[in-house]
């Protein structure tokens, strides 16, 4: 299904995870949407980078070490495994994993560094501000909402120390003006304007670059006492794992891809990638991103998740209870695009009975079955001598039936393109899933088992179930970026027929005389909520005395 690159280059990627624990939902949100992203784009002709990874210095990591009685590179060994692991459960089609720990990035970090330093972008002085260290960010006074850290309500402490500054207030006009020439740069516009209106337009103050007192980082080369503080380390990430070379040495995937197509972040970390990011970029003289997206966070019943609350809902227990692409679904589809989008169990339990069991998964086994049970299992088309055999009612019904199916199913690519064009992923399987919605009403509409009663109805009711086939695998192919487990196994059910991205805007493709599987497969089994919540209580319970046992 995926087609050689004739489009063009995209490259896409995520904010690095950070390395300090498992991964929640709400961080693995980011990565399979990003994921769904990177598939479209190869389906629809592209070639696609897709690059995620780990951020991993900091003094958050090194105090987790310390309590762990490890050495901070241990800890990042173990917390960056485990975070791959769950991307690849989760099926996610990477094509390169970055470590800031990785030696290419640190050496090309210093690098970076000391160009800046040179041009006379960063300056040597002393920090005196109020530190947030579950952010590792520093604010103002004005900044904090209640006296706490505005992004994790954590507790703030005054800290004073050497550091390196970088002039933020050189490149802030050019970055204005970049904003207002790219209004497609920022994305959704919401966050455009809390970036112009909270931070670029009243004023930038100068970036503390480094660090003295956080001795895991990547060393400033010409000043040891100092380490690249996080935000000039760990956003480098996008250019160094492309081979970005300071000196113009340029690996071949660098000169290839960059610059981004996509940053794709949460909304907590819009400024960095907006002002901080653009602004470094315009200081190595390199082009900007094409466009940031900041994503909306899923929170877990409307509010964020904790372990001590046993709260916490972890990917690799949603793919242990209902299956990998039943988990993509769920996010990809709750996600709204510019609120935060709400994750429960109960939700998910009724979104799986409803939209996979019921409206897909019943769906194939049904039209598997009857294809099976009145023709051998053999669709074939047959349409044209259905419709000469037709009585005028019959004609004017039938017609008005396949014709509207045949709309939605070919309409849907479209609707696809323009959804994801814009980002809106959950929009996009809703598109989808109004094809398998039309399946079922269509076979309401043409009641094959009434049809197959009649011998002289036996060219009809082949032609319905080959279109039901057609149909269904159309809505299969546009599902695949999204499930792509599922929609192999549905093509899979129905013959694995020959079908490519071009052909789904046109009816009459799947190839008539095509056999379907002889033992139909249960895509989703449907859920009994009382056993599914036995196990999501033991789940909990597990979260809540690991939490007391670490405390």
Request: glycine content about 6%.
């Amino acid at each position: 299904m995926d087609m050689a690159g004739d489009k063009g280059k995209y490259y896409i990627t995520t904010a690095i995870a950070y390395a300090s624990g498992k991964p929640h939902i709400g961080n693995t949100y980011e990565i399979i949407m990003a994921d769904s992203i990177a598939r479209f784009k190869r389906q629809q002709g592209y070639d696609v980078f897709f690059q995620t990874g780990t951020d991993e210095h900091g003094q958050k990591n090194e105090s987790r070490a310390a309590e762990k009685g490890i050495t901070p590179k241990e800890f990042v060994d173990g917390t960056a495994a485990e975070i791959k692991r769950i991307w690849d459960l989760m099926n996610i089609s990477y094509d390169k994993f970055i470590r800031t720990t990785d030696d290419y990035h640190e050496k090309t970090v210093q690098k970076i560094f000391k160009y800046m330093y040179d041009k006379g972008d960063i300056y040597k002085g002393k920090y005196d501000g109020l530190y947030c260290k579950e952010c590792e960010a520093f604010y103002t006074e004005s900044q904090l909402k209640d006296g706490r850290c505005p992004v994790c309500g954590g507790e703030v402490h005054p800290e004073v120390e050497e550091a390196y500054f970088f002039k933020m207030s050189k490149y802030a006009d050019r970055l204005i003006q970049y904003i207002n020439d790219h209004p497609e740069f920022i994305q959704p516009v919401s966050r455009k304007n809390e970036m112009m209106n909270n931070f670029l337009l009243p004023g930038l103050q100068d970036l503390c670059v480094s660090r003295s007192s956080v001795k895991w980082g990547i060393p400033v080369d010409f000043d040891t006492n100092q380490t690249v503080y996080v935000w000039l380390d760990a956003l480098s990430n996008y250019i160094t794992g492309l081979g970005y070379d300071v000196d113009g040495n340029h690996g071949e995937l660098y000169k290839k891809y960059w610059p981004a197509d996509l940053h794709l972040i949460g909304k907590d970390i819009v400024r960095f990638h907006t002002i901080y990011w653009p602004i470094f970029l315009m200081s190595l003289d390199i082009p900007l991103p094409k466009q940031v997206f900041g994503h909306p966070w899923l929170l877990q019943g409307g509010e964020k998740m904790s372990k001590s609350k046993g709260n916490v809902i972890y990917a690799d227990d949603l793919a242990d209870l209902f299956g990998v692409d039943a988990a993509r679904y769920f996010v990809l589809h709750e996600m709204p695009f510019e609120n935060d989008g709400i994750i429960t169990w109960k939700l998910l339990i009724e979104r799986i009975n409803s939209d996979l069991a019921n409206i897909l998964g019943n769906l194939v086994k049904r039209t598997v079955s009857m294809t099976n049970k009145y023709f051998d299992g053999i669709a074939e088309n047959r349409e044209k001598e259905a419709y000469e055999n037709a009585s005028p009612e019959e004609l004017e019904k039938w017609k008005a039936a396949d014709s509207d199916l045949k709309a939605i199913a070919c309409g849907a690519k479209e609707k696809v393109e323009r959804d994801m064009e814009a980002l809106r992923v959950a929009d996009s399987l809703t598109d989808i899933f109004e094809i398998f919605r039309r399946c079922n009403r269509y076979i309401d509409e043409t009641e094959p088992w009434v049809l197959a009663k009649d011998e002289s109805k036996a060219a009809r009711l082949s032609t319905v179930l080959y279109n039901l086939i057609e149909a269904a695998s159309k809505g299969a192919i546009l599902l695949s970026p999204f499930m792509p487990d599922t929609a192999d196994a549905i093509l899979k059910e129905f013959g694995s027929p020959k079908l490519n991205y071009d052909d789904l805007s046109t009816f009459g493709n799947f190839s008539s005389g095509t056999r379907v599987n002889e033992n139909p497969a249960t895509l989703f089994m449907r859920l009994d909520e009382n056993e599914v919540m036995k196990k999501v209580a033991a789940i909990e319970e597990a979260q809540r005395a690991a939490a007391a046992k670490d405390e």
